[in-house]
């Protein structure tokens, strides 16, 4: 275990875990909701505090959206700093 992941209670850790595993494809707010069998509510309040993680965010918008199980568009997140192997130099 890293040291960051030491820091996350339980449920953050299942959440970032979900976006780690899940590399460049990502995963949306609603994937990890359906996996983790969470309410939408407790999983938007766990990528919200990744997304905002101090120092650094941990997680962040990949810049893609992808349909929810209801139609919508939902953002795709990845790990902070994640790059496609296309786009590293």
């Known amino acids: 275990m890293t040291g960051i992941e030491s820091r996350l209670s339980d449920l953050q850790l299942k959440v970032y875990d979900q976006v780690r ?5 990502g995963k949306t707010t609603d994937e990890i909701e359906a996996t983790l069998a969470l309410t939408h509510q407790s999983c938007s309040a766990r990528v919200n505090e990744l997304k905002n993680w101090k120092p650094e965010p941990l997680i962040e918008r990949r810049g893609v ?5 209801a139609g919508r568009p ?4 990845v790990l902070a700093g994640l790059r496609a192997a296309t786009e590293r130099k």
């Open 21 to 25: 595993l899940a590399g460049w494809e």
């Open 65 to 69: 959206t992808r349909k929810t199980r």
């Open 74 to 77: 939902a953002d795709v997140y």
